[in-house]
């Protein structure tokens, strides 16, 4: 016995194998059909005994009838369009390409002067639009029945789904579940809020309660998948049907956004699951963009690290206000490499620059700025993974120190009107070197700002979902594999935010600066990393600790329980946006800095670890070294 599989691949063949004959033979079909609707015509207007004499006259222009009829249907494009999934729009236009074609017979006969009357051209005009609607309408009626029959036999192979939302979009996707083959879907049940739906039916699966109802019906019907079918849902409402959704054993996905009703179409293929951002339910940041608009447009925009998690979604955002070149700057080739493809795919007219280097490297720094005279830099080019910067501190300093104040150094010198740099929370009251040194950062553009015309200022916020090296991308790989998802400590707490509100953010804040500020984003209520592995398990389809299990392993060394965004001396002032802030200013006189930077130099060049801690904890006082868990503090 053939399996499903065999069949479909079987059914594609044919599909394949007809597919460059199906024009022909509708045109062959079209042919036929109308001339069959002017013998009828005839026969119907001159009843059966005259329809012999005058239906031969109809012989001499058979063959121009039909070419203009066929030659009305290519103009009206009825040739190109895919009958199978046909709309409203393709049956309209094949009316009015019968009418169009009949006008322009009468006007014909007329010229040549042949016996036609109107009588005939009228019948046949309307046996034209029954016959040609009638034919490629059963295109519609084989689909669908094929669908159905299709998911009947292979239901039992099929995911028993629950539909969240009783509109628009439910109704597409149910449509495309009933009648797609290829669909992995059979649905079961329908949800939705509005008392008079219930009971009611959506293409044959009935309404069966509200929000309060998902639990109960999705064990009585044994549900599978449940599906959010509300593009249109606030946030809040869609946290609430996810924390229900969540105590079922089922799979959870979702239609994203409302494009698909503009657009009159939602398929299965725009189902995606469910991800930590609709949990946490971060708003769409409101941006100023006549404020970023007026510093980026027509300017020479340089980002470093563009290749980055950051700095790549920093470049994309910036091409929204028209650069007058975009400079991405970045170590990693394959990362540059990747960006430049995708821009200039994007973006085929953009004046873009993708340039390989190290911001350790000064000449080369020197080069890039000479050469392109950037007006406005974002800095992203850091060492930012907590653990490995534990075990290499020193490099830490060398890119991190040494890099920011390379740029910073050419900036001045080349009068760059600002300078943007990425920190995060781990340089307030750091436990880490890595924190420490971006702390070191933020003293040096802040010292540097008080003798130069470039507005120096630095961007502070938390961890970005999805970013290079952070905790999400690692369990979903450990879900992926089965278990088990390790975490650290079973109390710990992050900050959390999607890349593009983060790098939308960082342009506003840029738009704010006139030199000195810490800018700190509003990173929401902390969420608790296990709760995290807990719902991305659960996500996935999965129990936790039951189907995978989560592991603590213990903090690692410099790694805290929690982050802060706001050191003891800051201050918090407002800017114009409601989730942007700036931290009070706390200076350090540059020369001071230029002689640690010197120490740190040389403590490098004798790799002395120790002096290298120490000479830390000199110059950011706040920086406290910790032992992980498993690490014994000496």
């Known amino acids: 016995m053939r399996t499903n599989y065999e069949k479909n691949e079987e059914e594609v063949y044919?599909?394949?194998?007809?597919g460059k004959w199906k024009k022909p033979i509708l045109i062959l079909s079209d042919a036929v059909l109308v001339n069959l609707a002017y013998i009828l015509a005839f026969y119907f207007r001159y009843n059966y005994r005259n329809f012999k004499f005058y239906s031969s006259d109809y012989k001499e222009i058979a063959i121009i009838v039909t070419v203009i009829y066929i030659a009305c249907f290519y103009l009206f494009k009825l040739y190109e369009s895919l009958w199978s999934y046909a709309s409203v729009d393709e049956f309209m236009l094949a009316i009015g390409a019968c009418i169009a074609a009949d006008i322009l017979t009468i006007a014909f006969v007329r010229i040549i002067g042949h016996p036609f009357t109107y009588g005939v051209s009228i019948l046949a005009c309307a046996f034209s639009i029954l016959f040609i609607l009638g034919f490629r309408m059963s295109f519609r009626v084989y689909e669908r029945f094929s669908g159905i029959l299709n998911c009947n036999v292979s239901k039992n192979d099929r995911n028993r789904v629950m539909v969240i939302g009783a509109g628009a979009a439910a109704a597409m996707v149910i449509k495309e579940m009933k009648s797609s083959s290829q669909a992995n879907y059979t649905p079961i049940a329908v949800i939705d809020d509005e008392p008079y739906k219930k009971g009611k039916n959506i293409l044959g699966v009935k309404v069966l309660g509200n929000r309060k109802d998902i639990i109960s019906i999705a064990k009585s019907k044994e549900i599978e998948t449940i599906l959010i079918a509300i593009p249109t849902i606030e946030d809040d409402d869609k946290q609430q049907i996810l924390e229900i959704c969540k105590k079922t054993k089922c799979k959870i996905e979702i239609i994203p956004g409302m494009y698909e009703i503009l657009n009159g179409k939602v398929s299965l293929s725009q189902i995606r699951k469910v991800d930590i951002e609709d949990l946490l339910g971060r708003k769409a940041v409101v941006l100023d963009t006549e404020g970023i608009a007026a510093y980026i447009k027509n300017k020479t925009i340089l980002v470093t690290g563009g290749g980055g998690s950051i700095g790549s979604e920093l470049c994309r955002q910036i091409i929204k206000f028209a650069p007058k070149q975009l400079i991405v700057f970045d170590i990693y080739e394959n990362n540059a490499y990747d960006l430049q493809i995708e821009l200039k795919y994007k973006y085929p007219k953009l004046d873009l620059k993708v340039l390989i280097g190290s911001v350790r490297d000064k000449a080369r720094l020197e080069d890039v700025f000479n050469t392109y005279s950037p007006d406005i830099v974002f800095h992203a080019a850091a060492h930012k993974h907590v653990p490995l910067m534990e075990v290499?501190?020193?490099?830490?300093?060398?890119?991190?120190?040494?890099?920011?104040?390379?740029?910073?150094?050419?900036?001045?010198?080349?009068?760059?009107?600002?300078?943007?740099?990425?920190?995060?929370d781990k340089a307030v009251n750091p436990t880490n070197v890595m924190g420490a040194t971006k702390r070191m950062c933020e003293m040096i553009i802040q010292s540097m700002d008080k003798i130069s015309k470039t507005h120096f200022?630095?961007?502070?916020?938390?961890?970005?979902?999805?970013?290079?090296?952070?905790?999400?991308?690692?369990?979903?790989?450990?879900?992926?594999?089965?278990g088990p998802v390790t975490l650290t400590n079973k109390y710990i707490t992050r900050?959390?935010?999607?890349?593009?509100?983060?790098?939308?953010?960082?342009?506003?804040?840029?738009?704010?600066?006139?030199?000195?500020?810490?800018?700190?984003?509003?990173?929401?209520?902390?969420?608790?990393?296990?709760?995290?592995?807990?719902?991305?398990?659960?996500?996935?389809?999965?129990?936790?600790?039951?189907?995978?299990?989560?592991?603590?392993?213990?903090?690692?060394?410099?790694?805290?329980?929690?982050?802060?965004?706001?050191?003891?001396?800051?201050?918090?002032?407002n800017t114009k946006h409601a989730k942007i802030f700036i931290g009070k200013p706390t200076f350090t006189d540059l020369g001071v800095m230029k002689e640690s930077m010197k120490d740190l130099a040389e403590i490098i060049a004798a790799n002395d670890v120790d002096a290298l801690t120490d000479k830390i904890k000199d110059i950011v006082p706040t920086y406290k070294k910790t032992p992980g868990e498993n690490e014994k503090a000496i």
Not at 399 to 419: D, I, L, M, P, S
Not at 497 to 516: C, D, F, K, N, R
Request: aromatic letters at 10%.
């Open 457 to 482: 200022v630095a961007v502070r916020f938390g961890n970005v979902l999805g970013s290079n090296g952070s905790v999400i991308p690692l369990f979903k790989n450990q879900i992926a594999h089965g």
């Open 495 to 573: 900050f959390f935010m999607t890349i593009p509100e983060a790098a939308q953010l960082v342009l506003q804040s840029g738009a704010y600066a006139q030199g000195g500020e810490i800018f700190v984003l509003d990173m929401g209520k902390p969420v608790k990393i296990y709760d995290l592995a807990w719902d991305l398990i659960k996500l996935s389809g999965f129990e936790p600790n039951k189907d995978i299990k989560i592991e603590v392993t213990g903090l690692r060394p410099g790694e805290k329980l929690y982050e802060e965004l706001l050191m003891s001396e800051e201050g918090l002032t």
């Open 14 to 18: 044919i599909v394949k194998a007809l």
């Open 392 to 424: 290499s501190p020193m490099e830490a300093i060398k890119n991190n120190v040494f890099g920011t104040y390379n740029v910073a150094e050419c900036a001045n010198r080349h009068n760059v009107e600002r300078f943007v740099m990425i920190s995060t």
